[in-house]
């Protein structure tokens, strides 16, 4: 049967009024409101823009850029297009179009990508605001204009997660694709300085090439919402349950406290690399802790991009803790960057010690190497600990110099310990589901979210206090910088070992 003598089917005519209608809507309303949202945000934008530096377009775009890849990387997990195990296999399994059985579900993403988004980009106008002496702050067009740029950068998260949803190809080409916008950017605008100070002319006046990038992303995100429909029926049923599976899964683990289980189902199976084998040379025998270095490097080795990425977040790490040493953001900010230093290296982490955390699961099986469980979880830190140090050491030197370097290297170290400490941390011990009486009701809820991210808020914690300590009030080298880091560093460290071996030799199968 042709399309045409289908019941319901649309004719030529029909198709045509249809174009007609839109191009005239376009027309008449669509130009106009464009032109009138153009001239009324020109105003903001140009105070925005001599309140702020010349490469502040370049830089906007570039964390644009990178939240949107950050966002793609999630898709599978935090992708708008989701609907219960059940919805999935009985009414999706009729005929109705997918862009409809999911068009509720999709909207409400939106709307909450796009009010994070949104408060998101108000915090940045204000901050921008008290940057420029608060005569921003008694403006409401500037505000309104950020709260706008947020909420659009937050939608293009939220196309960001739904593109690389439909398979882990289109999720490859939105991170590559927002990778490489972000790091065009921020390489351009550093060749661009470099070239205008070797030829004495000073900083770049103006960021046109920021600015056309930002005009591009809005636009793109325009484009994306148009094509919701379409990115829609592309998205395949048998990876929609999968994805609904492995969240039942993980919000069973949570459920149950064992964030080991959790990461677990996150964690992605090794696709590449599985034949790769360590093959010793004749008579050349790994015993013991060399033994465990190789094949925890070997598995690194078959994850290529994820090392990659773990890599560049303990640099940033490093960075982050070298500027807080650096910056005059007050101790607020200064505790602030600490606590991301650390957790951003305690993230990273999570692919650098697999090898530890595979160990840490089977601790209480017949174990293949000989040597105590001790002396087994020692030798498994040594990968991890000498990455995280090496990486997060240049990215504070990049930051902050030698007094950076250790900073960085000192919070890493931490990190990496609390890391471990919670991958032997096992199920939730039974007597901490006790009803916890307060005044203000049952508290038994905060105690298991406490115990099940001790480790990540003792991390955190430790960053931001060795971030206060490491902030040079009246020192003259970076060496009376260090002494004190060095000290408390080592404290703290020690602690944390303390504590990995009493969760070792605690530690039940």
Excluded: K
């Excluded at 593109?163 to 490489?180: D, E, H, L």
């Amino acid at each position: 049967m042709s399309r045409s003598a289908r019941p319901g089917a649309p004719t030529i005519g029909t198709i045509g009024f249809r174009v007609y209608l839109a191009l005239m809507l376009a027309l008449t309303v669509g130009v106009p409101v464009a032109r009138a949202l153009v001239l009324w945000g020109a105003g903001p934008a140009a105070v925005i823009t001599t309140e702020t530096p010349a490469d502040v377009a370049s830089g906007t775009a570039a964390a644009i850029l990178i939240c949107w890849m950050l966002s793609a990387a999630a898709g599978s997990h935090l992708g708008p297009a989701r609907d219960t195990l059940p919805r999935l296999d009985l009414v999706h399994a009729t005929p109705r179009a997918r862009s409809q059985q999911l068009g509720r579900q999709v909207r409400a993403a939106f709307v909450l990508w796009s009010g994070i988004g949104a408060a998101a980009g108000l915090l940045v106008a204000c901050a921008i605001g008290m940057h420029a002496g608060n005569s921003l702050l008694e403006r409401a067009d500037v505000m309104l204009v950020g709260a706008l740029g947020g909420g659009a950068v937050g939608a293009g998260s939220g196309l960001a997660a739904l593109v690389a949803q439909r398979s882990r190809t289109s999720m490859r080409r939105a991170v590559v694709a927002c990778g490489a916008g972000a790091g065009v950017l921020i390489g351009g605008r550093i060749v661009v300085d470099r070239l205008a100070d070797a030829t004495l002319r000073g900083g770049a006046n103006g960021d046109l090439a920021g600015a056309a990038v930002l005009v591009a992303l809005a636009v793109s995100v325009l484009l994306g919402v148009l094509a919701l429909p379409a990115l829609l029926r592309s998205l395949d049923i048998d990876t929609l349950r999968a994805q609904a599976v492995r969240r039942l899964a993980v919000g069973t683990a949570l459920l149950t406290a064992d964030a080991r289980a959790a990461q677990m189902h996150l964690a992605a199976p090794v696709r590449r690399g599985r034949n790769l084998r360590w093959r010793p040379r004749p008579r050349a025998r790994a015993r013991g802790a060399r033994l465990i270095w190789l094949r925890d490097a070997c598995g690194l080795v078959r994850t290529p991009m994820r090392v990659c990425g773990a890599v560049i977040a303990l640099v940033l790490s490093g960075a982050a803790a070298g500027f807080a040493g650096a910056a005059s953001v007050g101790p607020t900010g200064t505790m602030v960057f600490g606590a991301s230093a650390a957790l951003l290296a305690y993230a990273a982490t999570a692919t650098t010690a697999r090898g530890l955390r595979a160990a840490a699961f089977g601790l209480d099986g017949p174990s293949l190497l000989p040597g105590s469980r001790g002396r087994l979880t020692g030798a498994h830190l040594v990968l991890p600990l000498g990455l995280a140090v090496a990486c997060a050491s240049v990215g504070g030197a990049l930051a902050h110099g030698a007094g950076g370097a250790v900073s960085g290297a000192v919070t890493a170290g931490i990190s990496v310990l609390a890391s471990a400490v919670a991958a032997h941390q096992g199920p939730v011990p039974v007597r901490l589901l006790a009803p916890v009486q307060t005044p203000a009701g049952d508290a038994a809820g905060i105690v298991v979210l406490t115990w099940m991210w001790g480790a990540a808020l003792v991390a955190a914690g430790s960053g931001a206090i060795l971030a206060v300590i490491g902030t040079p009030s009246g020192a003259t080298s970076w060496l009376e910088t260090a002494a004190p880091l060095v000290t408390w560093g080592s404290l703290m460290l020690l602690a944390l070992t303390g504590w990995l071996v009493h969760r070792v030799r605690s530690t039940r199968g």
